[in-house]
């Protein structure tokens, strides 16, 4: 029976990158809310998922969202387990900070290349792709369901050392409007979510910081003291791994059945959005 304020009991969703950070956030408030989650990750690492007496179900399937065929297979065990799915959160992704021109340093150490350029529109725009195709094949079938876009505000304004990595968050807002086009007559709805300077993550390891402060030309040090200036972001902190969970469990709910195709900045205020 549902009798909570979103309804989302007894639902399936499959995140991807679900093992870490914000994916990790939303497969617990997920099973918190009774849905039964397939996470979809690349990482050997499983995590330790809070199971109540009125939790969903979890099933982690090692996934790599590059890979046509590891998602299809995502896809078919999801269905297979659960006898179905609602809910894609397309939330697997990747940053590597670079610079177009890297003219401090002989051998241009951190200047964008043709490597990383692909490594990161692979996991960030083609994975998304390969996911929402796969999933839409089966949304479609019953005439319901929603796709959540995992974003970036640094999609919505551009960003300094990211240019690429914003990029394809600029390329999933595209997808976000286009897709809803598409899928709204089909009864699926497609959100977009943007998420500011959150509190760490794995993306942000020590390699990642010493890349995005050179390319700033500031330190490490002086990059966190950005995360909770006000002038960095209007509220002064960095965001919650909850607060964007939260966000997508109302999205994904039938609460939400009239927003559709739009991309929601979540950055306390750092972006007009
Ligand atoms: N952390 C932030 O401040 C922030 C801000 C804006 C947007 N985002 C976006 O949120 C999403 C999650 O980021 P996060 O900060 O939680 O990072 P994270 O590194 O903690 O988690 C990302 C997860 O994706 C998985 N992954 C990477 N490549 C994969 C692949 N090819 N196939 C399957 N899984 C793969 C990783 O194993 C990891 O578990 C990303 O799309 C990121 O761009 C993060």
Known sequence: MNNSWLGLEGKTAIVT?????????VVQEFLDNGVNVVVGDMSSNVPNFEIGENSGKVLYIKTDVTDFNSVSEMVAKAKESFGGIDILVNNAGINIPRLLVDDNDPKGKYELDEYIFD??????QKGAFFCAQAVARELVKKGSGVIINMSSESGLEGSEGQSIYAATKNAVNSFTRSWAKELGKKGIRVVGIAPG???ATGLRTIEYETALAYTRGITVENLREGYSKTSTT???RSGKLTEVADLVCYVASDRASYIHGVTYNIAGGKTRG
Request: glycine share 24%; aromatic share 0%.
């Open 17 to 25: 990158g679900g093992a870490s950070g914000i994916g990790k956030a």
């Open 119 to 124: 490594k990161i529109v692979n996991v960030n």
């Open 197 to 199: 300077i959150l509190e």
């Open 234 to 236: 209007p509220l002064g």
